[in-house]
């Protein structure tokens, strides 16, 4: 049980990082080298499936100039402290 624990946290720990390189990825305005191309579509693979499921339930925050703020990745990274928080405890 201890073990599926540890899995699972570092799980988490890996997809909570993959999102926020997600966020970092799309700040920035880069038309991405041949190489680097399949490790950012790699990301947004793994990461879109949970950010379009809190899209769905949480609506962007609309700012000025029609432009609006997509809060999906922080909600997604918050729910993951949380349940690292949880294993953390469940682990003692």
Do not use: K, N, Q
């Not at 201890?2 to 570092?10: A, K, Q, S």
Request: proline share 8%; glycine share 6%; charged share 15%.
């Amino acid at each position: 049980m201890r073990l599926l624990g540890e899995v699972l946290w570092w799980a988490l720990f890996v997809y909570m990082w993959l999102i926020i390189c997600r966020v970092l990825i799309s700040w920035l305005p880069v038309r991405w080298p041949r190489g680097l191309r399949p490790m950012v579509v790699l990301v947004y693979d793994l990461t879109e499936p949970v950010l379009s499921g809190l899209r769905r339930v949480i609506p962007a925050i609309p700012l000025r100039g029609g432009a609006a703020l997509d809060a999906s990745p922080f909600v997604a990274v918050c729910i993951i402290a949380l349940l690292h928080w949880i294993i953390s405890l469940l682990l003692r």
